[in-house]
């Protein structure tokens, strides 16, 4: 049973313009959430993070919102740039340092 | 000098054959885990050791086996491969409550 969701598998944005990809549980119990970013042929890198005292988290470009009502984050990139193309991971877990369920992740394309 | 490293990048066997993959970390963590990606971009843990003791060990069938001789490596050893264990694995490792860090994973095909 997949406790992480990333609905859309793909977006694509024109550089410049914000994207925001999607991320959805179901596990009340998760409080501790973070976002990878993958190229092709590498591993996840860790981009981002939020714990559940928080609603927002920024850091430049990237800002992550959490909504733990309604039990979804997101990750806004603004403004988005090529390099930012890649697939996008998000994970939570029911505290720092406990097992992390991923998402399917969601394949970013900026188009310059 | 990468933080994570695994050997081989690819591999490719026959089903039935046994093959290992090596993972080292020389970031001085305590914590070590191996991932799968399945061919639905599934990333789900496999297995998590703590200064050598194994901590997690999700529903994997005992065809799996890690090894880790010293904290800074974590082995992955399959006997009797078949075609679902196809998928790349990946190496991670973390220093207490912190984020991981992963390897460049390790493509494996079985035909």
């Known amino acids: 049973d997949q406790q992480v969701k990333q609905n859309s598998p793909s977006l694509s944005v024109q550089e410049g313009r914000i994207s925001i990809l999607n991320c959805d549980y179901t596990n009340s119990m998760f409080d501790y959430f973070l976002w990878y970013k993958k190229y092709p042929a590498e591993g996840p890198t860790f981009l981002i993070s939020i714990s559940s005292i928080k609603d927002k988290n920024e850091d430049g470009r990237f800002t992550v919102f959490l909504n733990k009502s309604a039990k979804h984050l997101s990750l806004h990139i603004v403004p988005s740039q090529p390099g930012d193309s890649a697939v996008y991971f998000c994970a939570a877990s029911p505290e720092p340092g406990n097992q992390f369920y991923f998402g399917t992740g969601t394949s970013l394309t900026v188009i310059p | 000098d990468t933080a994570v490293s695994q050997t081989p990048k690819y591999l490719v066997t026959q089903m039935g054959n046994d093959k290992s993959i090596k993972c080292e970390q020389n970031?001085?963590?305590?914590?070590m885990y191996w991932y799968k990606q399945d061919s639905k971009k599934f990333l789900k843990i496999m297995f998590s050791?703590?200064?050598?003791?194994?901590?997690i060990n999700e529903t994997v069938p005992n065809r799996f086996s890690p090894k880790s001789p010293d904290k800074a490596h974590l082995n992955l050893h399959i006997n009797s491969l078949e075609l679902g264990d196809s998928a790349v694995y990946f190496c991670a490792s973390s220093q207490g409550p912190n984020v991981l860090t992963f390897g460049a994973g390790s493509r494996l095909t079985v035909l």
């Open positions: 050791y703590n200064n050598k003791e194994l901590i």
């Open positions: 970031l001085g963590h305590d914590t």
